[in-house]
């Protein structure tokens, strides 16, 4: 059983910085393109990060560009997303996923998702 378990959410400051992980079992997730979306009230889910099986290749929502970093550990099976300078802007429910694609961009192109962390930015 496929398993995707995000955590780090929370309530921060504008200004301030948010970890998120994001835990994957049940298969080998080394070979699987990573992604990071989010989805605020009455909106519809964004393409935010986005990792090769590799991590050698990156893709970023232009709104982060500069202030979001994903990341992956694939011994730990494991994909995180570092996010500095928040703004109120980028409060929503961020959600993991994983694609059976070695890349992959849209959200239909990712296979499996976790359930998702509220990460909430005051002014």
């Known amino acids: 059983q496929v398993q995707l378990v995000e955590s780090g959410g929370g309530l921060v400051q504008a200004g301030n910085s948010l970890r998120l992980s994001c835990a994957a079992s049940?298969?080998?997730?080394?070979?699987?393109?990573m992604g990071w979306f989010r989805q605020a009230p009455g909106k519809e889910r964004d393409f935010v990060a986005a990792?090769?099986?590799?991590?050698?290749?990156?893709n970023y929502a232009d709104s982060v560009k500069g202030r979001f970093t994903i990341s992956r550990d694939n011994a730990k099976n494991t994909v995180y997303l570092q996010m500095n300078s928040l703004k109120p802007e980028d409060t929503a429910v961020y959600y993991c996923?994983?694609?059976?694609?070695?890349?992959?961009?849209?959200?239909?192109?990712?296979?499996?998702w976790g359930q998702g962390t509220q990460v909430t930015v005051s002014s």
């Open positions: 049940g298969r080998t997730f080394s070979s699987d393109a």
């Open positions: 990792t090769t099986w590799s991590g050698g290749s990156t």
């Open positions: 996923a994983a694609s059976r694609r070695p890349s992959a961009y849209r959200a239909y192109e990712y296979n499996y």
